[in-house]
């Protein structure tokens, strides 16, 4: 902070401190309250002439000049940074105290510009002023690399949406309502990564709606590919779902021998190596998820048999199997050690036991009008166990999206549409390295799609304004990604049209797609073969080159429920399980709205196609505000900037 005197006029670029016949200096505010302002005075004085609130002021605007003007501000403690309209922000990895009420009440019609520094409550205050003036939808876009901060700042831009309607210090039910939402989200949908401690596991699109008053009405959440192969498997330095550990640590004594727990090192669905997570007191976030689930409608016993869900999963990755002893020489078929485990699952799932044992050794294939029972091999049984628990925990999360919309929807609502301001909240850019499977191919042509967006708007449609207008303007270079997009989505020969195919395809294995993309694609500028013989490809994104891995892309592409698994789950006694599975699980719900804005979410289709008809949908609704994450180093250390983690801030386009 400047240091001042009284008797001295200093500028900081912002605000102008001067004397005045008082012994407090005060603030030329532009109109803004100066008994509020005398509160901020650390905050507000961002100098001059050392770093820029605004890229668009830097003299010289170059990659250089950008990232040093960056550096300074974060180092200074000023981790937000405007380029014109769009929000730049540089993670801390630590809580940074400029988001309580008074800062609320700071931003409130103040939106952005040259009054205030740059904050994420001013993007907020921007999209709800535009919605009121000019009756139109609102979407505020939250895009970066994994570990910059996105999900955090999405919980402070809903924060700030809802306190902007509230009448009175607490606000309404229906603000407290979805604000309690993310707490619950986050720990099912949540998990630590190499790069994140807090890393979305899903892409969340959350629809605040509002009153012709400004007034809030209500909101929708809708879900994009959860990361499902997670929960039976894990990277180094990962950790499975929060939900998981948080139970672990703040069951009570009853819950865990009524849900028959283990210690977490005992599961095999847990990465034993990251049992604990830095800096979080997991007893206590099992109360907080508690109480946030009580607040969106969960009642004690929907939370009882959700446990119960939970419990399974965490069993089934425990179920081992062992070959039989058979005088055939060539009978590979398994059974499994120990029945008593899945004596325990069947419990908890209301299921026959010998039914799930039975699915998890054998399945039944019809032939000839005949059925005939097929018992399985070592490979095959493990495949079913973790099919069972991948099945289960993502239609529970289903399950959860629908009851937290079901909080958040109301009858007068429906009947009384006004306007909506949008957040989308998705996944940052991954390079995991080995682990690089279809869920980074997806998440990362999210990303593409989202940075061809970007380029669109940025750099071709101001162009084209400017010219059409007459103003001077010298063209801009910039990497256009529109290549890469193709590379992944034209027909008949993108690489989503070939991977659907070939999922149809008898007799197709993932070596053969391998094959297929190489063929197709060796002349593509986009596309390259790794030096070295493996099964994998090379994808140029605009954030550098992607290295994925073949296997098990075709079976994460069908991502269907095994019908032999989902047939032991509907014959459960209990009436939540079989809701899970059931066809038509948003039948429940009472609100015909409801039905037909989720009827196409739980079909049993090809996540493919389901993922490139959800981003679709995501450009449905008007795109007016943009913010941009960074992470400013590699190893979630605070407040530390690094150039070589920010390398790949310019492998790309960067205003």
Same mark, same amino acid.
């Given at each position: 902070?400047?240091?001042?005197?009284?008797?001295?006029?200093?500028?900081?670029?912002?605000?102008?401190?001067?004397?005045?016949?008082?012994?407090?200096?005060?603030?030329?505010?532009?109109?803004?309250?100066?008994?509020?302002?005398?509160?901020?005075?650390?905050?507000?004085?961002?100098?001059?002439?050392?770093?820029?609130?605004?890229?668009?002021?830097?003299?010289?605007?170059?990659?250089?000049?950008?990232?040093?003007?960056?550096?300074?501000?974060?180092?200074?403690?000023?981790?937000?940074?405007?380029?014109?309209?769009?929000?730049?922000?540089?993670?801390?990895?630590?809580?940074?105290?400029?988001?309580?009420?008074?800062?609320?009440?700071?931003?409130?019609?103040?939106?952005?510009?040259?009054?205030?520094?740059?904050?994420?409550?001013?993007?907020?205050?921007?999209?709800?002023?535009?919605?009121?003036?000019?009756?139109?939808?609102?979407?505020?876009?939250?895009?970066?690399?994994?570990?910059?901060?996105?999900?955090?700042?999405?919980?402070?831009?809903?924060?700030?949406?809802?306190?902007?309607?509230?009448?009175?210090?607490?606000?309404?039910?229906?603000?407290?309502?979805?604000?309690?939402?993310?707490?619950?989200?986050?720990?099912?949908?949540?998990?630590?990564?190499?790069?994140?401690?807090?890393?979305?596991?899903?892409?969340?699109?959350?629809?605040?709606?509002?009153?012709?008053?400004?007034?809030?009405?209500?909101?929708?959440?809708?879900?994009?590919?959860?990361?499902?192969?997670?929960?039976?498997?894990?990277?180094?330095?990962?950790?499975?779902?929060?939900?998981?550990?948080?139970?672990?640590?703040?069951?009570?004594?009853?819950?865990?021998? =009524?849900?028959? /727990?283990?210690? %977490?090192?005992?599961?095999?669905?847990?990465?034993?190596? !990251?049992?604990? +997570?830095? #800096?979080? $007191?997991?007893?206590?976030?099992?109360?907080?998820?508690?109480?946030?689930?009580?607040?969106?409608?969960?009642?004690?016993?929907?939370?009882?048999?959700?446990?119960?869900?939970?419990?399974?999963?965490?069993?089934?990755?425990?179920?081992?199997?062992?070959?039989?002893?058979?005088?055939?020489?060539?009978?590979?078929?398994?059974?499994?050690?120990?029945?008593?485990?899945?004596?325990?699952?069947?419990?908890?799932?209301?299921?026959?036991?010998?039914?799930?044992?039975?699915?998890?050794?054998?399945?039944?294939?019809?032939?000839?009008?005949?059925?005939?029972?097929?018992?399985?091999?070592?490979?095959?049984?493990?495949?079913?166990?973790?099919?069972? =628990?991948?099945? /289960?925990?993502? %239609?529970?999360?289903?399950?959860?999206?629908?009851?937290? !919309?079901?909080? +958040?929807? #109301?009858? $007068?609502?429906?009947?009384?549409?006004?306007?909506?301001?949008?957040?989308?909240?998705?996944?940052?850019?991954?390079?995991?390295?080995?682990?690089?499977?279809?869920?980074?191919?997806?998440?990362?042509?999210?990303?593409?799609?989202?940075?061809?967006?970007?380029?669109?708007?940025?750099?071709?449609?101001?162009?084209?304004?400017?010219?059409?207008?007459?103003?001077?303007?010298?063209?801009?270079?910039?990497?256009?990604?529109?290549?890469?997009?193709?590379?992944?989505?034209?027909?008949?020969?993108?690489?989503?049209?070939?991977?659907?195919?070939?999922?149809?395809?008898?007799?197709?294995?993932?070596?053969?797609?391998?094959?297929?993309?190489?063929?197709?694609?060796?002349?593509?500028?986009?596309?390259?073969?790794?030096?070295?013989?493996?099964?994998?490809?090379?994808?140029?994104?605009?954030?550098?080159?992607?290295?994925?891995?073949?296997?098990?892309?075709?079976?994460?592409?069908?991502?269907?429920?095994?019908?032999?698994?989902?047939?032991?789950?509907?014959?459960?006694?209990?009436?939540?399980?079989?809701?899970?599975?059931?066809?038509?699980?948003?039948?429940?719900?009472?609100?015909?709205?409801?039905?037909?804005?989720?009827?196409?979410?739980?079909?049993?289709?090809?996540?493919?196609?389901?993922?490139?008809?959800?981003?679709?949908?995501?450009?449905?609704?008007?795109?007016?505000?943009?913010?941009?994450?960074?992470?400013?180093?590699?190893?979630?250390?605070?407040?530390?900037?690094?150039?070589?983690?920010?390398?790949?801030?310019?492998?790309?386009?960067?205003?």
């Amino acid at each position: 902070m400047a240091q001042f005197n009284p008797a001295t006029t200093v500028s900081s670029g912002l605000f102008y401190l001067r004397e005045i016949q008082s012994d407090v200096p005060w603030l030329d505010s532009y109109g803004l309250d100066p008994q509020i302002l005398r509160d901020f005075i650390p905050f507000l004085l961002q100098k001059e002439n050392r770093e820029y609130p605004d890229l668009c002021q830097l003299p010289d605007l170059n990659e250089a000049t950008l990232l040093e003007n960056l550096r300074q501000r974060f180092e200074a403690g000023h981790i937000y940074t405007y380029v014109g309209s769009i929000l730049i922000a540089v993670n801390p990895f630590k809580f940074h105290p400029i988001y309580n009420p008074k800062y609320v009440r700071l931003y409130q019609n103040q939106r952005i510009g040259p009054i205030l520094p740059p904050h994420i409550f001013a993007i907020a205050d921007n999209a709800y002023y535009n919605m009121l003036k000019e009756k139109r939808n609102q979407c505020i876009v939250i895009s970066g690399e994994s570990g910059s901060g996105k999900t955090e700042s999405t919980n402070f831009l809903l924060h700030h949406l809802t306190a902007l309607s509230q009448k009175g210090a607490h606000g309404s039910g229906v603000e407290q309502t979805i604000l309690s939402a993310g707490p619950v989200l986050e720990a099912f949908g949540n998990a630590k990564t190499a790069h994140n401690n807090n890393s979305s596991r899903f892409g969340k699109f959350i629809q605040v709606n509002y009153r012709e008053n400004g007034m809030v009405q209500g909101a929708v959440v809708q879900k994009y590919l959860l990361e499902k192969s997670r929960i039976v498997s894990q990277g180094h330095y990962e950790r499975n779902y929060h939900v998981f550990y948080y139970l672990l640590s703040g069951a009570t004594d009853t819950e865990r021998d =009524a849900l028959h /727990l283990l210690p %977490a090192e005992k599961y095999h669905y847990l990465n034993a190596k !990251n049992l604990t +997570l830095e #800096n979080c $007191d997991e007893k206590y976030e099992f109360s907080r998820l508690k109480q946030s689930m009580e607040m969106v409608g969960f009642s004690a016993e929907k939370q009882r048999r959700l446990f119960n869900v939970l419990s399974a999963v965490l069993l089934l990755g425990n179920v081992e199997f062992f070959p039989k002893k058979s005088t055939y020489h060539h009978d590979e078929s398994v059974q499994v050690r120990n029945p008593d485990v899945v004596g325990l699952i069947s419990e908890l799932l209301r299921v026959k036991q010998e039914t799930l044992m039975s699915a998890l050794t054998s399945k039944r294939v019809k032939a000839s009008g005949e059925t005939l029972i097929m018992q399985y091999k070592l490979p095959e049984a493990i495949a079913a166990r973790d099919a069972l =628990a991948k099945c /289960l925990y993502g %239609a529970l999360f289903d399950w959860i999206v629908l009851q937290v !919309n079901h909080a +958040l929807l #109301n009858k $007068d609502q429906v009947l009384h549409t006004g306007h909506s301001i949008g957040v989308l909240d998705i996944f940052g850019f991954e390079d995991f390295g080995p682990q690089n499977s279809f869920e980074q191919l997806c998440i990362n042509y999210a990303n593409e799609h989202l940075q061809y967006y970007f380029n669109l708007h940025v750099f071709k449609y101001e162009q084209k304004e400017y010219k059409r207008e007459g103003i001077k303007w010298t063209d801009i270079e910039f990497l256009d990604n529109y290549g890469c997009l193709q590379l992944f989505e034209s027909k008949p020969s993108g690489l989503l049209c070939i991977l659907d195919d070939l999922c149809n395809f008898p007799g197709a294995t993932n070596e053969t797609l391998l094959q297929k993309f190489n063929s197709v694609h060796k002349d593509n500028a986009f596309y390259e073969k790794p030096q070295r013989k493996e099964n994998a490809f090379i994808i140029k994104h605009y954030a550098g080159k992607v290295k994925y891995q073949v296997a098990e892309m075709r079976e994460k592409n069908l991502d269907l429920m095994r019908q032999d698994i989902v047939s032991v789950l509907k014959n459960s006694s209990m009436a939540f399980v079989r809701e899970l599975v059931g066809a038509d699980p948003v039948a429940v719900f009472r609100w015909a709205i409801l039905r037909a804005f989720f009827r196409g979410y739980f079909a049993f289709r090809s996540a493919g196609i389901k993922h490139r008809k959800e981003r679709a949908d995501m450009s449905f609704n008007k795109l007016a505000t943009k913010t941009r994450y960074r992470a400013p180093n590699d190893s979630i250390e605070t407040f530390l900037f690094k150039a070589s983690g920010s390398g790949r801030w310019y492998a790309g386009p960067v205003p």
